[in-house]
């Protein structure tokens, strides 16, 4: 990625100001190396070891430097969370990708005037800036048993003869918990979508409808082409929001009924934080889940490394042609 | 023919607008209906919410709901207060040394500038619960679980912060004033308080309404590192709610949870336009 060199910020009456820019990264590396560097190797070291119990700080290496690695890969109950966390990803993400989609869809048509679209947004997005902790606790109190509000409808309308203990079934557990993480988050995957359409140049979508396409066939060839890094990035990134679903598996049900609903980061919670506080085990399963989480990210990192190469090229492929200022490609390159 | 090619689309318009507004009106219903019941129960007794769990009006026994919750030493004032140092704390420092490293990024040539820039956007993405372990054996040896700095201090380094600043202050910082404060005798660290901080506040605004947000809803942190009573936030604080001395208390946990959410609705309401704005100027500028 080429920089604009611009000359007055570089050096003036030859003072070089370079120095300003390694002395104002110190806090952030200092910090970084401290609180996430050290934590992570710190981490890694201690899944070699046999570090466990409450009390315990000392640690020896084991001889088998993988033996918890081993048992952690072979541990039923990591397998179980492994399992569910992305099932119940899976089942909140397709229907909310596809809500979102389909919102973008209506806000974003060009003929389309809807009134208060403002306050729909506003309405989509309000559960995601509630803590999910507050949510979670909520949603076992609606779902409660034989009490609550849902079953309360439920023999109202009566559909229902008798309460259904939603805490009890597996199933109806898992589906409340993604059904959770669909509420909190599709505003939020919409919003993004919505301005990721409104982003496209409008030129494309004028030219289609010059060349007679219908609405549909826009939506399908080319806003979602258009906005497929966008799509991709919005995947990856709940993906990774995914793996570490804690508050909402952890407190609608405790993970339970007989771990059912235990995610990998309730499972390591559970393994390092109550019991015999394993944290040796812990940390090979948290180390496991950090490898998976890297490799995505860096999909991520590619991504929007190639989009701003892209825009780069374009942007000095447009500056050659009309002999724009440099100063204009380094706005445009912002953006 | 041509007859109904011409009324055929207006139809399914008007068919598909009506669709359109009852998905919306349902799912802005859907998300405000939880909230609801839980306003109007957090008034009524548990015995009201166990003959009827959904009532249309609130009833009269708010205060009876709040005497029970302080009776089991559940006092919202303590976690408010714990939430409010932890976050503010966090927010500021994110921020300021945010727009700072950003600052370094966008005003210097520095040789390590661009493979720095690269390494922001590689940890960007990695979430630190993941070395949560390694993090708590680290504070634990430094003694520091317990004190709200373990939770503060991490935020100095946001790399998604960074990143975001970054992007905003490229068109926005002109080096030809900061060239000229520099003539006019203005110090680097000056000019970056003075001069650079006041151009990137619509910047600093947003992100601190998200940082400020995510830290306040924090869960999984807090949990590990707090383990007095007196330091518990607001969200572990209702977590406390599923323990078994709130099994029968109906009317009082739908109190905690309302003391807990009351804020949040506030401050969302009151920010709402900004909130969304920002969510989508993130996906722009990604």
Request: glycine share 6%.
């Amino acid at each position: 990625m080429q920089m604009t060199e611009t000359s007055p910020a570089r050096k003036i009456k030859g003072v070089s100001y370079a120095k300003y820019g390694y002395m104002f990264c110190i806090p952030f590396m200092v910090v970084w190396l401290f609180f996430s560097l050290y934590p992570t190797i710190y981490t890694a070291i201690i899944g070699f070891t046999d570090l466990k119990g409450a009390a315990t700080r000392t640690y020896k290496f084991l001889p088998d430097l993988f033996a918890n690695y081993n048992a952690i890969l072979s541990n039923a109950t990591f397998q179980k969370s492994f399992v569910n966390t992305l099932t119940l990803w899976i089942i909140n993400f397709i229907p909310q990708i596809c809500l979102a989609m389909l919102l973008a869809y209506w806000f974003t048509g060009r003929r389309r005037d809807i009134k208060a679209a403002g306050f729909f947004k506003v309405m989509f997005y309000m559960p995601n800036i509630i803590t999910a902790a507050s949510v979670a606790i909520l949603f076992n109190t609606l779902f409660g048993y034989p009490f609550g509000p849902i079953n309360d409808i439920l023999k109202s309308l009566g559909l229902r003869s008798e309460s259904y203990n939603f805490a009890y079934s597996p199933w109806a557990s898992k589906l409340i918990v993604s059904f959770i993480q669909f509420w909190q988050w599709y505003g939020y995957t919409a919003i993004i979508l919505i301005s990721g359409v409104l982003g496209v140049n409008p030129e494309l979508f004028e030219s289609a409808e010059i060349d007679g396409a219908s609405r549909g066939q826009t939506f399908w060839k080319i806003t979602l082409p258009s906005i497929r890094t966008i799509l991709v990035f919005t995947l990856i990134t709940s993906l990774i929001g995914g793996l570490n679903m804690f508050e909402v598996p952890k407190l609608f049900n405790n993970g339970g009924p007989v771990n059912e609903t235990s995610t990998v980061s309730v499972f390591i919670y559970n393994q390092a934080f109550s019991g015999t506080y394993q944290y040796n085990r812990a940390s090979a399963a948290s180390m496991i889940m950090f490898i998976i989480i890297a490799i995505l990210s860096s999909v991520v990192f590619y991504l929007m490394r190639d989009r701003y190469e892209s825009a780069q090229k374009k942007l000095a492929r447009r500056a050659a042609r009309s002999g724009a200022i440099a100063g204009q490609a380094r706005k445009g390159a912002a953006t | 023919m041509t007859g109904t090619a011409i009324t055929k689309p207006k139809q399914m318009r008007k068919q598909s607008n009506l669709i359109l507004y009852v998905v919306c009106i349902l799912l802005a219903v859907l998300a405000i209906f939880p909230f609801y019941v839980m306003f109007i129960n957090a008034t009524r007794s548990t015995y009201e919410v166990q003959a009827h769990a959904i009532s249309l009006f609130p009833s009269s026994f708010l205060a009876n709901n709040f005497k029970v919750l302080s009776d089991k030493s559940f006092n919202a004032m303590t976690g408010f207060v714990n939430s409010l140092i932890i976050s503010s704390g966090a927010t500021l420092c994110a921020v300021y040394f945010s727009t700072l490293t950003a600052f370094a990024l966008v005003a210097y040539s520095w040789r390590l500038r661009q493979p720095f820039f690269t390494f922001i956007m590689a940890v960007m993405m990695i979430p630190g619960q993941v070395t949560s372990i390694g993090f708590y054996q680290f504070m634990y040896k430094l003694g520091m679980t317990n004190n709200f700095l373990a939770l503060i201090l991490p935020a100095v380094a946001a790399p998604a912060t960074v990143f975001f600043m970054r992007q905003y202050m490229m068109p926005a910082l002109s080096l030809d004033m900061c060239a000229s404060a520099r003539i006019d005798g203005a110090g680097e660290f000056r000019i970056f308080n003075s001069f650079v901080i006041p151009i990137m506040m619509p910047a600093i605004a947003t992100q601190a309404i998200f940082t400020f947000v995510s830290s306040w809803n924090n869960l999984f942190m807090p949990m590990i590192l707090l383990t007095r009573k007196e330091n518990a936030t607001m969200p572990i604080m209702v977590s406390w709610l599923r323990g078994d001395i709130y099994k029968t208390e109906y009317g009082a946990v739908y109190l905690a949870l309302a003391m807990s959410v009351l804020p949040l609705l506030i401050v969302y309401f009151v920010l709402s336009k900004y909130i969304i704005a920002g969510v989508a100027l993130g996906s722009v500028k990604e």
